[in-house]
């Protein structure tokens, strides 16, 4: 069974007046609970001052993306290394906003993923579909090829998290039902079991990420292979991002 993982993704949003926020979700976490690791990726500009507000608490920070390289002439970049010089554990990679405004491919994540590794962090693979590909029933395969092109390929099962965003759902309210949601994880299990061995498979976790709130979080986070979240919106405010910690399994 994987550990559960509640992560919040703060995107492009918080200033230093945001770090009450942090914070609060320290203080309130405290050693957090057996089984259930909490993590905000926060902008770089913020990551190491989240660092210092979460010590000496379970809350864990993280980065948002990162350069394939370790440093060098890459103007406005920030690599791996740097993200765990600040005190991140995690990073993000290939999330949809990135893909879309970056043109980042399946080539790029999965070497992002692989710098990531790298500098000892623990990298989080987005995946997920268009309207469009769902509309035309391309849902499983496509996800399935993210998977294949998005994985390093020295990547062990232990090293990595994934987490499942349908595009749709993302910052529109629309979250996915809880059967679409259960259809595309275990698909996306059986993969990395075709490819990991179907119990190293078991021990990733799989986040779903899409308009998750505390309204709507405890049924999803009680889907079978369902291992936590990845919270955009509502992990800007402490009291909703605990509110859903609290659901998780
Ligand atoms: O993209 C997301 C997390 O990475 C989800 O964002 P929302 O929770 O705002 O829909």
């Not at 709507?216 to 291992?227: C, H, K, R, S, T």
């Not at 979240?229 to 859903?244: M, W, Y």
Request: aromatic content about 4%; glycine content about 12%.
């Amino acid at each position: 069974m994987a550990r559960t993982l509640i992560a919040g993704n703060w995107k492009m949003n918080g200033l230093k007046e945001s770090l009450g926020e942090i914070r609060t979700v320290a203080s309130e976490l405290g050693n957090g609970r057996e089984g259930v690791e909490v993590l905000l990726c926060v902008p770089a500009t913020l990551l190491a001052l989240a660092a210092e507000a979460a010590e000496g608490s379970a809350l864990k920070v993280g980065g948002e993306t990162c350069h394939t390289a370790a440093s060098g002439a890459h103007t406005g970049d920030i690599s791996a290394e740097m993200l765990a010089d600040a005190g991140a554990s995690h990073v993000i990679v290939g999330h949809s906003e990135r893909r879309m405004d970056h043109a980042e491919t399946n080539e790029t994540v999965a070497a992002q993923a692989e710098a990531a590794l790298r500098a000892g962090l623990t990298p989080i693979i987005c995946i997920g579909e268009s309207l469009e590909q769902r509309k035309a029933g391309e849902t499983l395969g496509f996800v399935a090829s993210q998977i294949e092109g998005s994985i390093p390929a020295g990547a062990d099962a232990e090293q990595i998290v994934i987490a499942y965003e349908p595009i749709w759902a993302i910052g529109t309210g629309e979250v996915a039902s809880v059967e679409q949601i259960d259809e595309v994880h275990r698909a996306i299990r059986a993969r990395l079991g075709e490819r990991f061995g179907p119990e190293k498979a078991d021990l990733i976790p799989l986040l779903y990420g899409g308009s998750m709130k505390p309204d709507n979080a405890g049924e999803i986070l009680a889907v079978d292979d369902v291992n936590g979240g990845l919270i955009g919106g509502a992990s800007l405010k402490a009291a909703d991002f605990l509110a859903i910690y609290a659901q998780a399994k």
